[in-house]
């Protein structure tokens, strides 16, 4: 067993008045039993709260708490999962529940960057194990025999003449217990909730169709708003003509707001239509006449391309990442291979577009909705409405979708503000054609790719970024293949437009990993060798600047051990302390990047896979996951066609294989679909594709068959909404050369094998 | 505005709309039937699938003026006890992730079985390509229809 102090945060175990406070702000029940029928034949009459995260009814009833918000990477299942394997509860006597924002009682409510399971996997521990100590202490009380002496087993208390107690006998005494200062954790190998399928807790309600989701959110006088902002970037409200929209039957109001935008101190202005229905606000919004005006430059992606071109052949003063000396290699080499890599702008397009619930009243603002963020954006409410923190509450819904669109919360704060303008609660809902053209896009993104190849080696490596708005995050430049190249240059370049961009799914390295994926896939073809057998000698390379590298972080570590200081600033200090060491290895483990590999090359028949099957490899570390992946493509009637993508995923600890498996597959399907297909240009400012018309989107005919394998280790998890994404377009793109000898500097590669192929 | 009288789920409604209002918002908002979710609003992301006659249709370009004579039946109707073959599939195969386009997969599907009950991979991917799963969970949508297939 792990022996884990809990001075970790210790007010997420302060006791709180009642589970309930905070969840009762809308008109239906936001509970989701695991034992529906047991709940009917005996309700519970008393709810004891041991801590934050978790209530016992004396019923046996345990209700778990599930703070992070849930986009459809399953956290609202798998979260109490890890708090009930350390309370050791049988999983049929749980319901979970969505906590509201309450940063007094949990840490980081954020859904972003593969990291809620990562992140919360120490407290989540701790929840349940204290609670199971209390139980324990309670129960020794009663019995009173030693601590040491019982044992738990599915929610029963189990002392040395094999007399029971169930969790619910003790409860009562348990909750006015102090937190234990020291709890033990299972050893993983004892298991038995964590690593079984378990159901989304959500399902039964997803497929009866029960209000779930920010846009179900019925309040008694809520009244539906929609806001018309600019048709195209740089453009500004002139003025409006409402008269029509008036006579729309069920508009209610009429008017402008000013409301921010992703970036700091930039404002829109919108006309917002508040309605009795949905389809009058929208009726009404269509019957709006606006004239608007130019603010600033209107661009087009023509311009975003040649802009980023020549960016590209400018080099900055400070490289990102700068290891030996790249420009020496480049000069004595035999040869030099440059390839410049293409992506567009992408919009998120959540099937549930951007929506939120707000009744701003002089003295509070309750708000309800899908956000990623909740935190963060209670600060941008009290912001923008003036109106301290305390007094604004966010209860969290269901998501269609995340993607990082809803890590910014503009939709919220235009919900408050027209809530405030209208006297009224209301719940404001973007058509599709608002959240596709006023979105935070993937940013246009070139790469520039250059190595040096002496003596049949690659010498040199340089990386150059040239970006619209934001380079990569300062993390990236370590991915592999840093550290596995001793001549290594990364260097960043941007253009400032006035088009917002923001966070999308596995931001950068959604399109890194195919650009350096594909060219490392042709320096392969270049030096003669198979492409995961090149790969497998840079690793070997990597690890040897690893165990170097790692010998004086180690030492550097456990100095960190032996100061004085709270675990808190310990564990701060050496966060800092790694991330100053992979900047001189690379951020991950050359065994486990060696690990996903084999693994892929093995169930995927890499290059035995048949006749008329064309294989493309793709390995890539991000959001602290490995994996690889091996794309079957076959030529049907003349074109090339994605069968199958085969997996391999090192992510720890895989606490719900159900889930994990289908958010590995999601993520490929969705890699694949933006590689293909996904394209968003403008003209003059005006987004190209407003709808699900113009935009593609892969659909069930064109998505591959997916096989994912895990790697089995007991390491502590990490996250999986993000890292099966990244390798994706490379495995494709890849795949795709092998069957047509075509290769694919552009995304989206459909409408370029259009032209290519005929 | 006007009345129209609806058979929605096997309940005759009465509702007092603009005669152009799609159903889709008079079962969201007027029936607070939020089971059939907005998408697109054009008809091109399924989200909106419900049954006229037992025949899917995308509820957000069916104007309420089409349906008074008709039997609509959306997912909260679906089954009397949420136990349709296909609800009892996607229990089986965990299929949703963020789960928003799940009851228009599962009516349009829904429609599919009744008409064909053994459908080919090729018929149920040409049946359910109208529907967009913003998540992926295409291959978890084929399986639990071919394993509700087999029910039938």
Redesign the interface.
Known sequence: MTTFKTTYNRRSFLKVSAVSSGGLLLGFNWLVSCTTDKQQINPPSEWFNINSYLSIADNGQITIMSPNPE????VKTSFPMVVAEELDADWSSIIVKQAPLNTDWFQRQVAGGSQSLRQGWDGLRMAGATARQMLMMAAAKRWNVDLSTLKTDAGMIINANGDKLSYADVAAEAAKLEAPTEVKLKDPEDYKIIGK?T??V???N????????G??T?VEGMQ?AAAQGPPAFGQKLKSFDDSAARQV?GVSNVFKIRVPLKEEGRFVDKVVVVAS???AA?KGKKALKIEWEKESAVESSDFHTQTLKALLNKKPEAPVRNDGNVDARFAEADEVVERVYESPFLPH?????MNFFANVTADKAELSGPVQTPEWTRSRLSESLGMDEKNISIDLT??????GRRLYGDFAVEAAEISKIAKSPIQL?F??EDDMTAGTYRPAILYKIKAAIKDKKITAYHLAEAAVNSNMYYIIPNNYPAGAISDYRVDNVKYDSNITTGAWRAPYSNFLASAEQAFFDELAEKLGVDVIDLHLQLLEESKKTYVAVKREEDEAMSMVDKKTGTEEEKKQEKEQLQQSFESKRGNYVPDKMIGVIKLVAEKANWKKAGAGVFQGFCVYYSHNTYVAEIADVMMEAGKPVVKKVTVAVDCGIVVNP??AE??A??????GV?HAMYGDFAFVDGVPQAS???KFR?????E?P??DVHFVKNFDSPTGLGEPTLPPAGGAVANAIYAATGKRLYKQPYAPLLEKVLG | ?ATFNLSVNGKNMTVD??SD??LL?VL???L???????????G??G?CTIHLDGTAVRSCLTPISAAPDKKIT???G?SAE?DHVL?QA??EH??????????GQ?MNAASLLAQNPKPSDAE???A???????????????AAIKTASQHL
């Open positions: 986009i459809g990477q399953n399928s159901a989304n959500d399902l039964d997803i497929i009866t169709g029960k209000p779930l989701y846009i179900d019925k539906y039957k229905s949905t389809w929208f397009n959540c099937l549930e577009p269901r998501m269609g979708g995340g993607f809902l058509t599709r159900v889930a289908s958010m597959k999601g993520g490929v399907v969705d679909g709808n699900f018309d989107l892969i659909r069930t005919s998505a068959k997916v | 505005m709309v603009d209002t799609p918002w969201r908002d007027e607070n039937l939020v089971g059939t979710k907005y998408g697109c609003g054009i091109q992301c989200a959306t997912i909260e679906l949420a609800q996607w229990r965990d299929v949703p992730q963020c789960g928003y386009c799940q009851a599962i149920i991917e040409a359910m390509n109208g529907n967009i799963c913003r998540c992926g969970t295409y291959n978890q949508i084929k």
